[in-house]
């Protein structure tokens, strides 16, 4: 089964943002999986898409364009459910304002311990929150000149949730200017791990 991922840009870029892949593929969870209470365990992406997406349940042939894999965790006997996200040639026409200052004003940062904190919800979806949060720990920390952050994979062990009073992102690798690895605080228990690589978009 293939389903048309309705993906706008997200506020100048010219390319289509993981938080909204990801808001878009959970929205799709129970559908796509045909089970309710079912949640993206892992998200992964390979490269930027620029044209609108689909996600195949059957592993594509070479010749498309996968730009990443969704995993979803599936409640009947603890299971799980695997999709390919493919690019098409189907031009993006829709858009949409995103101000990450709203998130970044916000946070607490300490560079010495490499974590940065958020006090509550900024209003915006909880994963907008860790993206915005993880890219800004990671310029603070490793600045690049060449390239920029990117979001290349979540690890989650339940679903996503706004209500929380305490956000908290905490480096536990880094590979300057390449590569880092962060685990997700929601209210001091962890619930995840975040990768980001610096890339050309």
């Given at each position: ?192 791990m975040i990768r980001f690589i610096v890339g050309a978009v």
């Amino acid at each position: 089964m293939d389903t048309v991922l309705e993906i706008p840009y997200k506020g100048a870029r010219d390319y289509l943002h993981g938080t909204d892949f990801f808001s878009e593929l959970s929205a799709l969870a129970d559908e796509i999986t045909e089970q309710d209470g079912s949640y993206i365990e892992r998200l992964t992406f390979r490269s930027v898409a620029r044209k609108m997406c689909k996600i195949s349940l059957t592993k594509p042939d070479e010749h498309k364009k996968v730009i990443g894999q969704v995993r979803y965790r599936t409640k009947r006997n603890n299971g799980h459910v695997d999709g390919w996200l493919i690019e098409s040639e189907v031009t993006v026409l829709s858009r949409y304002e995103f101000d990450e200052a709203v998130i970044t004003d916000s946070a607490s940062l300490d560079k010495e311990g490499r974590s940065a904190t958020l006090h509550s919800g900024s209003g915006y979806a909880p994963i907008e929150d860790i993206i915005i949060l993880t890219k800004y720990l990671n310029y603070s920390i490793s600045p690049i000149t060449s390239g920029k952050w990117l979001f290349g994979q979540i690890d989650l062990l339940e679903s996503l949730s706004s209500d929380y009073q305490l956000l908290e992102i905490r480096m536990t690798s880094l590979i300057a200017h390449k590569f880092s690895v962060s685990d997700i605080f929601i209210d001091g228990r962890k619930i995840g791990m975040i990768r980001f690589i610096v890339g050309a978009v």
